[in-house]
């Protein structure tokens, strides 16, 4: 229910391509917000078994390594709720994507996940 409602959608096309789009969450939002990651060769899907996606984060001290999961292998699409270490966080946090094959790792441009303060459902 609400997974739509619930995703950031992301295309991530060349290993050097700049991601772009306004990735915002709440600091309430752990498995609640999910980031949803559509990854194709020159504008091309491709089969992508055995390929792990990870999304590591830096804030601050703090810092995570998370992983995808695979859920559209013949679309190349993979999805990440974002963790409870990450969004306990507010501010700006660096990002990158890491795609892991048979070949070896290849790293994203950074880009900015930024948690904001969500509220208190205490």
Same mark, same amino acid.
């Given at each position: 229910?609400?997974d739509n409602f619930?995703? @950031?959608?992301?295309?991530? /096309?060349?290993?050097?391509?700049?991601?772009?789009?306004?990735?915002?969450?709440?600091? %309430?939002?752990?498995?609640?917000?999910?980031?949803?990651? #559509?990854?194709?060769?020159?504008? #091309?899907?491709?089969?992508?078994?055995?390929?792990?996606?990870?999304?590591?984060? %830096?804030?601050?001290?703090?810092k995570g390594f998370? /992983?995808?999961?695979? @859920?559209?292998?013949?679309?190349?699409?993979?999805?990440?709720?974002?963790?409870?270490?990450?969004?306990?966080?507010?501010?700006?946090?660096?990002?990158?994507?890491?795609?892991? /094959?048979?070949?070896?790792?290849?790293?994203?441009?950074?880009?900015?996940?930024?948690?904001? %303060?969500?509220?208190?459902?205490?």
């Open positions: 229910m609400l619930r995703a @950031i959608s992301v295309t991530w /096309d060349h290993s050097t391509n700049t991601i772009y789009n306004n990735i915002r969450t709440a600091s %309430e939002d752990a498995n609640g917000r999910k980031l949803v990651v #559509q990854v194709v060769n020159g504008h #091309q899907l491709e089969g992508l078994t055995s390929v792990d996606l990870r999304l590591y984060w %830096e804030f601050d001290e703090h998370d /992983d995808f999961e695979l @859920i559209d292998e013949d679309n190349g699409i993979y999805e990440i709720h974002f963790s409870t270490d990450m969004v306990s966080h507010v501010g700006a946090h660096k990002a990158w994507l890491h795609l892991v /094959d048979a070949e070896g790792t290849v790293t994203s441009e950074p880009f900015t996940v930024t948690v904001f %303060e969500g509220v208190d459902a205490d």
